[in-house]
């Protein structure tokens, strides 16, 4: 209980409080060089749009317009997150994770698709918005006169993605608190606080959900160097509170659950403190040690004091598919990069519209955690990132992945800047693939797995994304049978304007 309440208590080291600030400068209401340069590049570059941003609060589409037969049996909302501004008063953030989060809902009845976007009116939002001008530094922005950050909820963006639980949808950052949405109006309710102990606590963009409605989460406290983790009943009632120190500590932007245990995997890119008092934002502060590789930290979920430490070789790693064990062996699988040189440069030079693109492409990899110390990790060829499951077997034996998944980047290609041009079906058991190539003039986005209603099957539904059409200039969403991916969509419903290229979804039946 000490440990916990200290935890929280210094909740406010993962943000930018810590760190030093620069003297304060008049503010200004001229274009930055950033926002300069990236205004030049979008002229020749269409698929910058994707990085426009939007100065609308509020975007409406009641009827789109459909291709094809949308699903009558597929009744409910599609809901995305992501960073709906790139630029404030003139001045353009350094980082494509900074911007403010925007909520976009697809609203799906009776075959027809109605849209609803608005941003999360998060305390940090109106501030600026009330202030015209940018006030705070950001995750990797580093503002000259910035504010003091006296706690991550300070500078929340609310703009990773979104939770479905309880009866509430969240929008989701990693650092502090989540916001409370109405489902139908997007209305901003105000912070989500889960109890007295736990208000202000980071709480991750990744949660999980069990099929019984158990939800798993964790939160890190990077200048404390504190790994918390939790589990909240169905009803939303918080029922265990786990903390423990680990050391070097960094970005963990993801786990998974399986029946019996938690599993992290910590890239060897680490929170230095030195640095962080000298880099002003909580980017810089990180640093690339590959002499640590990658640490496997797997806990019991009966007992939070059982745990154990594995190795596998140095990477980086956002996002996981699933994990599951039999026989204290756990098999996982993830999307894995060389480095975090994405992180660290491609996200960084997309903001100022210049295609630098990572060491490497990520790629789809499986790991087994055997017996002791035991590790064996597949890397497929194939450059695969946002990678899905049915949500039925979250935790369980799957079999099945859906991801985006592309060829090796091209170092000259900017109108497909990932290499991620196709949504595929994976095999993790055969390893075959089945795919839907949107080609070049597309920038397709994380897709989702929507199971047909009664079915607990893997491949027995639908699969639902967005894509950014580059000739249109316009956001569309795709719906698939997920048994026939390889066939095309079945529909098509075309946004009448494009949406800035976002993060994560969930969907929800109605």
Request: proline fraction near 8%; glycine fraction near 8%; include cysteine.
């Given at each position: 209980m000490t440990i916990r309440r200290e935890f929280l208590k210094r909740a406010a080291g993962i943000g930018l409080g810590a760190l030093k600030m620069h003297a304060a400068?008049?503010?200004?209401?001229?274009?930055?060089?950033?926002?300069?340069?990236?205004?030049?590049?979008?002229?020749?570059?269409?698929?910058?749009?994707?990085?426009t941003g939007t100065e609308r609060n509020r975007l409406i589409c009641d009827d789109l317009p459909i291709e094809g037969r949308w699903p009558k049996e597929l009744t409910g909302t599609f809901y995305r997150n992501g960073p709906g501004c790139h630029e404030v008063a003139g001045r353009r953030y350094h980082h494509w994770f900074d911007g403010d989060g925007m909520v976009q809902a697809f609203r799906m009845s009776g075959g027809r698709v109605r849209h609803l976007g608005r941003f999360v009116g998060t305390k940090k939002r109106r501030a600026e918005q009330k202030a015209g001008r940018m006030l705070w530094s950001a995750f990797g922005t580093t503002l000259d006169g910035s504010r003091e950050i006296l706690h991550p909820d300070a500078v929340n963006v609310a703009n990773i993605s979104l939770l479905h639980h309880a009866g509430e949808l969240l929008a989701l950052w990693e650092a502090g608190s989540?916001?409370?949405?109405?489902?139908?109006?997007?209305?901003t309710l105000g912070r989500k606080t889960w109890s007295d102990s736990l208000a202000g606590?980071?709480?991750?963009?990744?949660?999980?959900?069990?099929?019984?409605?158990?939800?798993?989460?964790?939160?890190?406290?990077?200048?404390?160097?504190?790994?918390?983790?939790?589990?909240?009943?169905?009803?939303?009632?918080?029922?265990?509170?786990?903390v423990i120190d680990v050391d070097p500590l960094g970005m963990i932007h993801d786990f998974a659950v399986?029946?019996?245990?938690?599993?992290f995997v910590l890239p060897p890119f680490v929170f230095d403190r030195e640095r962080a008092f000298a880099k002003g934002n909580i980017l810089d502060a990180h640093i690339w040690r590959p002499e640590l590789g990658m640490r496997v930290l797997t806990v019991r979920k009966d007992d939070f004091n059982e745990r154990r430490w594995r190795q596998l070789p140095a990477g980086f790693t956002f996002h996981f598919g699933n994990a599951w064990e039999d026989s204290e062996v756990i098999?996982?699988?993830?999307?894995?990069?060389?480095?975090?040189?994405?992180?660290?440069?491609t996200f960084r030079e997309i903001m100022r519209g210049v295609w630098s693109p990572p060491t490497g492409p990520t790629r789809f990899a499986q790991v087994t955690l055997g017996k002791g110390d035991a590790v064996e990790q597949r890397i497929a060829d194939q450059a695969a990132e946002f990678p899905r499951v049915a949500p039925g077997v979250v935790g369980r034996r799957h079999r099945y992945v859906y991801s985006l998944a592309g060829g090796v980047p091209s170092r000259r290609s900017e109108t497909a800047p990932f290499g991620l041009d196709r949504v595929v079906r994976r095999d993790t058991e055969s390893g075959d693939t089945e795919a839907f190539v949107y080609g070049p003039k597309f920038i397709p986005e994380e897709h989702i797995f929507v199971p047909r209603p009664g079915s607990d099957s893997e491949t027995d539904g639908w699969l639902l994304g967005t894509a950014l059409d580059l000739e249109r200039?316009?956001?569309?969403?795709?719906?698939?049978?997920?048994?026939?991916?390889?066939?095309?969509?079945l529909a098509v419903a075309r946004l009448p304007y494009s949406l800035p290229l976002g993060f994560h979804g969930i969907y929800t039946a109605e």
């Open positions: 400068r008049p503010a200004t209401v001229r274009k930055d060089f950033r926002q300069r340069k990236f205004e030049a590049a979008r002229k020749t570059n269409p698929a910058l749009i994707g990085w989540p916001h409370r949405l109405d489902p139908r109006s997007l209305d606590a980071p709480f991750s963009a990744h949660p999980k959900i069990e099929p019984d409605g158990t939800l798993w989460t964790f939160g890190y406290a990077l200048t404390q160097g504190r790994l918390a983790f939790y589990r909240i009943n169905a009803s939303g009632r918080v029922a265990k509170v786990g399986t029946a019996k245990h938690l599993v098999q996982l699988d993830y999307c894995l990069a060389p480095d975090a040189t994405e992180l660290t440069q200039g316009a956001t569309q969403l795709a719906v698939f049978n997920a048994q026939r991916i390889g066939d095309g969509p």
